[in-house]
T-cell receptor
Framework: SQTIHQWPATLVQPVGSPLSLECTVEGTSNPNLYWYRQAAGRGLQLLFYSVGIGQISSEVPQNLSASRPQDRQFILSSKKLLLSDSGFYLC??????????FGEGSRLTVL | RKEVEQDPGPFNVPEGATVAFNCTYSNSASQSFFWYRQDCRKEPKLLMSVYSSGNEDGRFTAQLNRASQYISLLIRDSKLSDSATYLCVVNEDAGGGNKLTFGTGTQLKVEL
């Protein structure tokens, strides 16, 4: 069966520090992968999606970047965090049907 | 105009009530549609897909109106456990992949 796992679950980072969130999908090949962010009390904002290795589509201009070095791995990064980067980050995959399967989420607080 | 719009609520309803949510989308080329449920501080989970002919799953009914570009979710006989945020999701085929865009969500509170 397919599983998706993201980490870390919680982190507190100072402004200006770097960020790396990692997401791994197991049990499937060539999934579409996504990074969403949910600010407190708001909806999910699509940040990046990827249809294959090295293929990244960015939805919102910001100081974040994404990479897909392997078929099953999706990484969200920042060189310098801003206060506004605080939020709940969710990785997700779809087998192509449009149904999304989410990771457990990573709660980021930037101080 | 936002790609996917929902009334944020909250909708406060008594137990047993019927409640309906709407969601509008801007891209007429959107191909598939879904309703998700999100509990507080948790990841969203699929509630149901929305088919052109409308579909029902127990107390939940989903409808799609392509001409007016909206989808709806009807919940009958509300339970306390239905309290959550309901998110609509619109899928556009983008370069061989699926671009899945969420609405902001509608909060439902079912009360005694």
């Amino acid at each position: 069966s397919q599983t998706i796992h993201q980490w870390p679950a919680t982190l507190v980072q100072p402004v200006g520090s770097p960020l790396s969130l990692e997401c791994t999908v197991e049990g499937t090949s060539n999934p579409n992968l996504y990074w969403y962010r949910q600010a407190a009390g708001r909806g999910l904002q699509l940040l990046f999606y990827s249809v294959g290795i090295g293929q990244i589509s960015s939805e919102v201009p910001q100081n974040l970047s994404a990479s897909r070095p392997q078929d099953r791995q999706f990484i969200l990064s920042s060189k310098k965090l801003l206060l506004s980067d605080s939020g709940f980050y969710l990785c997700a995959w779809t087998p192509g049907s449009g149904e999304l399967f989410f990771g457990e989420g990573s709660r980021l607080t930037v101080l | 105009r936002k790609e996917v719009e929902q009334d944020p609520g909250p909708f406060n309803v008594p137990e047993g009530a019927t409640v309906a949510f709407n969601c509008t989308y801007s891209n007429s080329a959107s191909q598939s549609f879904f309703w998700y449920r999100q509990d507080c501080r948790k990841e969203p989970k699929l509630l149901m897909s929305v088919y052109s002919s409308g579909n029902e799953d127990g107390r939940f009914t989903a409808q799609l109106n392509r001409a007016s570009q909206y989808i709806s979710l009807l919940i009958r006989d509300s339970k306390l456990s239905d309290s959550a945020t309901y998110l609509c999701v619109v899928n556009e085929d983008a370069g061989g992949g699926n671009k899945l865009t969420f609405g902001t969500g509608t909060q439902l509170k079912v009360e005694l």
